[in-house]
């Protein structure tokens, strides 16, 4: 390779770093499952490393109580705080590990139906980090149906982090 080959490489790469990272995003559902703390201490230390930033998506599942609709109103309501709640609690680990505050969504509706329309809306989104459960009941019921049929529904790539990774291990590979 000729120095100004190399010369011209170095700056592309220079670019991509310097206008990618910034606009790198690693997303990450928020559930209760302990899958989803691998994944989000993975996003993280990915955006650490990168310059890039975490995204948190919280999406509550619509009421199944009908009856009243009073009582479904208020059980949206308290649902609603639940994840505002638990969305603050992420956010504070978040910057613990990556340095920055994440970049927080709520909304409400299916789980799946949701991440697709946010990734689909949000072009600054480049990877969708999930954690896998290892355990008998599979990956987990949003991972299945990602790596299903709705596979090509997807603009951005999946990171898998199995859910049996110490903290160290996840460090190391990220």
């Known amino acids: ?3 100004t080959e190399s010369s011209d490489q ?14 790198r ?9 302990d899958e989803m703390l691998q994944a989000m201490r993975f996003a993280c230390r990915r955006a650490l490393h ?10 509550i599942e619509p009421a ?26 992420m956010a504070e680990e978040v910057q613990e590990y990556s340095g920055q ?5 709520v909304r409400e509706g299916d789980r ?16 969708l980090v ?12 949003l991972l299945t149906a990602l790596m299903g049929k709705h596979i090509g529904k997807l603009r951005v790539p999946i990171t898998v982090v199995p859910d049996n990774l110490e903290p160290a291990a996840i460090d190391e590979i990220s």
């Open 1 to 3: 390779m000729s120095e």
């Open 10 to 23: 170095s700056a592309a790469n220079k670019q991509r770093r310097d206008h990618g990272s910034k606009d």
């Open 25 to 33: 995003i690693f997303l990450v559902v928020v559930d209760d499952s």
């Open 50 to 59: 990168t310059g890039g930033r975490v995204a948190l998506l919280y999406v």
């Open 64 to 89: 199944e109580f009908n009856h009243w609709m009073a009582v479904g109103d208020l059980m949206q309501e308290e649902a609603r705080e639940e994840a505002e709640r638990r969305l603050q609690d």
């Open 101 to 105: 505050m994440p970049v927080l969504y």
């Open 112 to 127: 799946r139906d949701e991440l697709l329309k946010l990734v689909n809306e949000d072009e600054q989104i480049s990877i």
């Open 130 to 141: 999930l954690g896998a459960s290892s355990g008998s009941g599979g990956p987990g019921p």
